[in-house]
C-alpha cells in the first residue's frame, strides 16, 4: 500500500530555494500522477505541481510557472519538487499526494478528490 513520506522543508529567506522529496514505499512508479499540493492557514489546499511516472509529463500552476520544477527518481521511488526564487507566499504546508488508481495525471492533476493516498506534509515558511 502506497505510503507517501515528504521531507525537505525549512524556513528560508525570499529569493532562496529549497527542495522537498517524497518516497512513497510500498509502491512501483510504473503508471501513476504523483502531486504536490500545498495549505496555508486559512486557505484551500492547492495544486501546485504534479508528474505523470511513466513519461515524465509535467504539469505547474500558474502562481509557481517559472520558479517550481517537479521530477522523480524511479530507482528511489521518490518525487521531488525543487523551489526556487521562493516568496512569502508561497508559505505553507506542502503535502505529497498519490493516485494509487495508477491513472496519468492528465487535465486533472490538480483536483484534491482523485488522490488518495497523502502524506503528512512538510512546512515551507518564507519570509520576507
Known amino acids: 500500500q502506497a505510503q507517501p513520506v515528504e521531507s525537505g522543508g525549512g524556513s528560508v529567506q525570499a529569493g532562496e530555494s529549497l527542495r522537498l522529496s517524497c518516497v512513497v514505499s510500498?509502491?512501483?512508479?510504473?503508471?501513476?500522477?504523483m502531486a504536490w499540493f500545498r495549505q496555508a492557514p486559512g486557505k484551500e489546499r492547492e495544486g501546485v505541481a504534479a508528474i505523470s511516472t511513466r513519461y515524465g509529463a509535467t504539469y505547474r500552476s500558474d502562481s509557481v510557472e517559472g520558479r517550481f520544477t517537479v521530477s522523480q527518481d524511479k530507482d528511489k521511488s521518490t518525487v521531488y519538487l525543487q523551489m526556487n526564487s521562493l516568496k512569502p507566499e508561497d508559505s505553507a504546508m506542502y503535502y505529497c499526494a498519490v493516485d494509487s488508481l495508477r491513472r496519468p495525471c492528465g487535465s486533472s492533476w490538480s483536483s484534491f478528490g482523485r488522490f488518495d493516498r497523502w502524506g503528512q506534509g512538510t512546512q515551507v515558511t518564507v519570509s520576507t
Open positions: 510500498g509502491f512501483t512508479f510504473t503508471e501513476t500522477c
